[in-house]
Structure formats: structure tokens, C-alpha cells
Nanobody, 124 residues
Framework: VQLQASGGGLVQAGGSLRLSCAASGRTFSPYFMGWFRQTPGKERDFVATIRRGGSAYYSDSVKGRFTISRDNAKNTVYLQMNNLKPEDSAVYYC???????????????????WGQGTQVTVSS
């Protein structure tokens, strides 16, 4: 299974970016597709995730500013990031899970496959 993320870059505070991540190599669509982010020396933090059926979960730090969506036919997940802040700067990783559960899938060890990461830098 491969996850290919794209869409990172440099943006000014208050600006927007859209990340995309396509999963390939498995015919069964993931139960969860999500995004995490990491800065040097820190743990990988949960950002958002979305179930196959469309239910979404967000970290408190991005709620109201970020929107996660997915296209099941393309096994692709998107993260629309608006009103970006310097503290949103990080490497963003997409992840996919083929394990169904009642949890919000906010822990990194609930995911089976990871993308390579894409850098997001927000200047003040």
C-alpha cells in the first residue's frame, strides 16, 4: 500500500492550503483516512480523520479552520486548511486504517499505512 501526499508549501498567516493524499495498492477503501503533523523534536500529533461514511473528527487546535474530506472512489483524502497560523507549521502526514472501530482514530498507532509527509510553513 502506498500513500502519496501533496499540496504543502509556504503561505502567510491567514492564508489557505489544500493537502491531498491518494492511497493505492489495496482495493478495499480504508475505514479511516487521516492527517497528523509533526515538528522537530515533538511527537506526531493528530489533526483530523474521516470515516469511510463521512464522519469527521478534528483536534481542538484546528476545529473550525480545517476541513477534511474524502473521495472513496479515488481512495483520496483532502485537508482544506484555512486561516493558517504560524503554529500550524509542520510536516503533515496522511494515514490510512483498515481497522474499523468506534474510536475517533486519533492515535497514530491505529493506522496501518503512512504517506511520506509534506511540509507546511506558515509565515507571520
Amino acid at each position: 500500500v502506498q500513500l502519496q501526499a501533496s499540496g504543502g508549501g509556504l503561505v502567510q498567516a491567514g492564508g489557505s492550503l489544500r493537502l491531498s493524499c491518494a492511497a493505492s495498492g489495496r482495493t478495499f477503501s480504508p475505514y479511516f483516512m487521516g492527517w497528523f503533523r509533526q515538528t522537530p523534536g515533538k511527537e506526531r500529533d493528530f489533526v483530523a480523520t474521516i470515516r469511510r461514511g463521512g464522519s469527521a473528527y478534528y483536534s481542538d487546535s484546528v476545529k473550525g479552520r480545517f476541513t477534511i474530506s474524502r473521495d472513496n472512489a479515488k481512495n483520496t483524502v483532502y485537508l482544506q486548511m484555512n486561516n493558517l497560523k504560524p503554529e500550524d507549521s509542520a510536516v503533515y502526514y496522511c494515514a490510512a486504517s483498515w481497522r474499523n472501530s468506534d474510536t475517533d482514530h486519533s492515535r497514530w498507532n491505529e493506522y496501518d499505512s503512512w504517506g511520506q509527509g509534506t511540509q507546511v510553513t506558515v509565515s507571520s
